[in-house]
């Protein structure tokens, strides 16, 4: 049945749906409008139809019990202020609290259990059934508890509490799990003293982790924070962040302090992890916010979330929305949905320092960070229980995957222990055990079949690991395979294959003997300084240098610098934002897309216009400030013309130092360019006729400016090329002359385009 209402925001005479709530749109102006009793309004003015019923309901309960009308009055004013209700809205629904005078049960209160129902089907109709399950499951948990409130329920109160099972359909299992949760609940509210928790948590943590006791006691005071000040249930329980290279050490603790949480019923359960690195891109936005929501909703209390910085730019703003204002929305089929941060801990851990994050998050959110953990160099002893826990760990697992009686001798932590790198942290040593140990670990398993009951021993002999199985020391690089590294070979060999650049090559190759020399440093226990492998690269377009900087990228992956050997192209526009607060987040972003490879920077000279260019600078102070923290996993590339880059190293005064290494490349010759045609038309099957040699060397040796270049003389080879390709088709086509792959002098038309020169 229609009705005619009159919008408040046009004041247009519309027809629409007579309900109680009805959520709509004028067809006139497009305003969010709301319908009740008769009467439409704007939907910021009126809360919404799930929220209207169970306010109504609580009022039932109120008016039926006066003997507990301050109680329920608290509950009610607690339960609505979660919603994050504007100040409309929410005098509406006090309005309708205090006006609500009828009895308890009566046919009105069956109809809002049944609108109740039907609003939370909508609300939750393109979300998992597990999360309307849970949240019908809460409400009923809500009244079940407003109803025992002086000994309850009653017999009315049970009228109200079995209408609402049978319209949900709750079954008797989801009612007792319900209940029984209730029940720890309150329990855990009467009877816990969250000091003496924390105490024993405290206690128990020293006693077991060989780790500085402020580390702990920093943790732990982080964990008890949120039950030492009132908070709001909507925000976060708390924002911990957490600055280390050892992460799983780190992650380790938050999991046990959580564990001994939990079994203390201070919280329901652990902790869920996040991995920001599967989300660096934009386009993996809604599969990031579908995954998030997920945690929010989940009923473990506590989300530790891992490398932050490599979250794009665009869900690194939900989460800063999410946090700064404690709910965000997500567009939905049904319109837009309200996310809360549900009262969860928030632990951030990451490498760098508190002020990178700050940069990521803005002032709102670093604000209201609860506590900052700086983990900085550890101890001998921690170092010690750091190697022996994974070693122990390692030894445990090849006992099951490799079939071994294994062990270890204690002097094989002390050998561990010298390949551990306060830049990497445990990284380094995971490395050597699986190169070194492992690896040969299971030729010897596959060349020796030692038996499961034979007991084999790892120890060190003469600075190397042995295996001892009773009778025998043998070396574990007896069954290390010697390879030759076929990938370092093809990038050679694809470098070597690049015509002219033979400067930039002999560069690029004495990479190679930079490391060795390195390597066999640290073998003879010398101390070797961290030598910086960023480049510039100056020259004219079209010189190679992208396809150089790629070579780099692949060929430092070879030789182990870096760990990926991703090249990530970027130019201003993929750094600088156009908005405050914006270029930060681009640029950290792009950056932690290259970790493990090469940043190129193309026209990098663009980043800074002039001194007034202040998103260019702030993008500038980032790139050196995450240079610095990321130097032993990241390489980057500067190119463009050389005058305007030595202008652009004064831009900023740590740029320079940052960058020793300076390659030019030089415009190709001639003749070089006539090698690249030949190669170009024969990638694509064409064959360059003979009588063409002569002048297209002619050709290209007019068009070769010294200087400044812009057209880029690679790139007018190319195009020389394609419009001959293009020539040639239509000389065969309309002449039928010809053989279909060669390309003769009149196809590159050089006379013509001389010429006009």
Do not use: W
């Not at 004495?510 to 390195?518: Q, S």
Request: contains cysteine; hydrophobic residues 40%; proline residues 2%.
């Amino acid at each position: 049945m229609n009705n005619t209402f009159e919008c408040p925001s046009c004041a247009s005479i519309v027809g629409l749906p007579n309900q109680v709530i009805f959520n709509c749109v004028c067809p006139k102006c497009g305003a969010n409008l709301r319908l009740r009793k008769g009467r439409a309004y704007r939907a910021e003015e009126i809360a919404d139809n799930d929220i209207y019923c169970i306010v109504l309901l609580f009022a039932q309960i109120a008016r039926a019990n006066p003997e507990f009308f301050a109680e329920f009055d608290k509950f009610v004013g607690d339960y609505i202020n979660r919603f994050n209700l504007t100040k409309s809205q929410f005098l509406d629904i006090t309005k309708v609290y205090q006006d609500e005078k009828k009895k308890f049960f009566h046919e009105k209160t069956k109809y809002v259990v049944y609108n109740l129902h039907e609003g939370i089907d909508l609300y939750y109709k393109a979300k998992p059934m597990k999360e309307q399950e849970a949240f019908e499951d809460s409400l009923f948990q809500l009244f079940y508890k407003m109803a025992t409130i002086g000994g309850g329920p009653n017999e009315e109160q049970m009228k109200i509490l079995d209408m609402y099972k049978l319209t949900f359909g709750l079954t008797d299992e989801r009612i007792a799990n319900v209940i029984t949760e209730f029940k720890k609940e309150e329990k855990v509210t009467r009877e816990i003293n969250y000091k003496d928790v924390f105490a024993k948590i405290r206690s128990e943590l020293s006693n077991m982790y060989m780790t500085s006791k402020d580390l702990i006691n920093n943790l732990v005071v982080a964990f008890e924070r949120p039950y030492l000040i009132k908070n709001d249930l909507n925000a976060p329980k708390n924002i911990i962040t957490i600055f280390t290279n050892e992460s799983e050490l780190l992650l380790e603790l938050v999991n046990v302090i959580s564990s001994m949480m939990t079994e203390e019923l201070v919280i329901k359960a652990g902790v869920s992890r996040f991995d920001c690195a599967q989300y660096s891109k934009d386009e993996n936005y809604v599969e990031f916010a579908n995954n998030f929501i997920h945690l929010l909703n989940d009923q473990e209390e506590v989300i530790v979330i891992e490398n932050f910085k490599a979250l794009s730019s665009k869900n690194t703003a939900f989460l800063v929305d999410l946090l700064k204002n404690n709910f965000t929305y997500v567009d939905t089929n049904d319109g837009r949905a309200k996310i809360s941060c549900n009262n969860k801990y928030f632990v951030f851990i990451s490498m760098g320092e508190p002020r990178d994050f700050g940069a990521i998050v803005g002032d709102s959110v670093f604000s209201k960070i609860g506590d900052v953990i700086e983990v900085k160099d550890f101890s001998d002893e921690e170092i010690t229980r750091m190697v022996a826990n994974y070693t122990n760990y390692f030894v445990v697992s090849c006992r099951s995957e490799l079939e071994l009686s294994l062990y270890y001798d204690e002097g094989l932590i002390d050998f561990l222990k010298q390949f551990y790198s306060k830049n990497i942290g445990m990284r380094s040593i995971k490395y050597y055990i699986e190169q070194n140990i492992h690896k040969p670990l299971v030729d010897y398993k596959l060349k020796m079949q030692p038996t499961n009951e034979q007991q084999l021993t790892l120890v060190v002999v003469e600075n190397e690991v042995a295996v001892y199985d009773e009778k025998n020391v043998i070396k574990l690089s007896k069954f290390a395979q010697k390879k030759t590294n076929e990938t370092l070979e093809e990038v050679k060999a694809e470098l070597n294959s690049i015509i002219g650049l033979n400067e930039v090559k002999e560069y690029v190759l004495k990479l190679e003997d930079n490391v060795v020399a390195r390597k066999m440093r640290e073998e003879a226990g010398f101390k070797n300084s961290s030598i910086s492998m960023n480049m510039i690269f100056t020259g004219n377009p079209g010189t190679g240098k992208t396809t150089i900087a790629r070579i780099v990228a692949e060929y430092l992956k070879a030789l182990g610098v870096l760990e990926k050997g991703q090249l990530v192209e970027v130019t201003r526009g993929d750094l600088v934002g156009e908005h405050v607060g914006e270029t930060a987040a681009k640029t950290t972003a792009k950056i932690s897309s290259a970790l493990g490879g090469v940043l190129f920077i193309d026209e990098a000279y663009s980043l800074s216009r002039d001194k007034n260019d202040t998103f260019g600078l702030e993008a500038i102070d980032t790139l050196v400030k995450m240079m610095e923290d990321n130097k032993d996993n990241l390489v980057v590339i500067l190119a463009g013309y050389k005058a305007e880059m030595e202008h652009f190293l004064k831009s900023n005064s740590g740029l320079k130092s940052r960058f020793p290494n300076f390659v030019e490349f030089a415009d190709y010759t001639p003749k070089e360019m006539y090698l690249i045609a030949d190669e170009i038309a024969k990638k694509n099957d064409y064959i360059i006729d003979n009588s063409c040699i002569e002048p297209l060397i002619t050709y290209f040796e007019s068009k070769n400016i010294k200087g400044r270049n812009d057209n880029g003389n690679g790139r007018l080879v190319r195009n020389v090329v394609e419009k001959a390709i293009v020539n040639q088709s239509n000389r065969i086509v309309n002449a039928n002359d010809g053989d279909l792959q060669v390309l003769k002098l009149v196809d590159f038309e050089l006379k013509k385009k001389r010429n006009s020169i």
